[in-house]
């Protein structure tokens, strides 16, 4: 067994770069009612449903051939539990001074969330074709707590924020290891699943 990453279904293809192109064209267009849609209009509009067809049909064609990869390859496969992320991560709203007990829009850690939620939706997609593929196949799949997976140094087990001092570094601040933050995530998750798998042999 091994440790692997998996690519982020959200990025990456040209099908969803001409969606977003094909989205802001759409976007120039006045809103009217739909039998007063010019004949470009109704182009655009076609444009970006067939669009939105084709990158959800290349997700999952990606979800599946992944999924079959990890799990003929791996007899354990650990990740984090999505339910949870969500929680620790969603963003604080903003008090606002000028009236107490409500709240400001928070507009980059709402986009943050947002941003969040779309990557979540294509991982439990992912997480759906991959446990159902891992069963089938005898594989065990584990979910683990993500609570300090990201600040956890493999090396000498400290626990800090300030492990993390950007979003691709890893730097302990107690014996100086250092290493890409996502190598240092995926590390704690498998040992964290491993841990798991020991205490509860199936
Ligand atoms: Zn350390």
Redesign the pocket.
């Known amino acids: 067994s091994g440790g692997e990453f998996v690519p982020n279904p959200r990025h990456g293809s040209k099908a969803t770069a001409k969606l977003e192109a094909a989205q802001q064209a759409l976007a120039r267009f006045p809103r009217v009612r739909r039998d007063e849609r010019t004949a470009n209009h109704q182009r655009a509009v076609q444009r970006v449903a067939d669009l939105h067809r084709r990158v959800r049909r290349q997700r999952l064609d990606h979800a599946h051939k992944t999924a079959l990869d990890l799990v003929r390859e791996h007899d354990v496969i650990a990740h984090e539990d999505l339910k949870i992320r969500n929680m620790v991560k969603a963003p604080k709203p903003k008090p606002d001074p000028d009236q107490p007990g409500s709240f400001l829009p928070n507009g980059a850690a709402a986009k943050a969330g947002l941003n969040h939620s779309i990557s979540d939706a294509g991982w439990g997609v992912f997480l759906t074709i991959l446990h159902a593929k891992a069963e089938s196949a005898g594989r065990e799949v584990v979910t683990v707590d993500p609570r300090n997976t990201s600040r956890t140094?493999?090396?000498?087990?400290?626990v800090s924020a300030e492990?993390r001092p950007t979003q691709e570094k890893f730097h302990?601040?107690?014996?100086?290891?250092q290493a890409h933050a996502d190598t240092v995530g995926a590390l704690n998750v498998l040992r964290a699943g491993l841990v798991h798998r020991d205490a509860n042999p199936a």
């Open positions: 140094c493999p090396e000498c087990g400290h492990n302990c601040q107690s014996c100086g290891h």
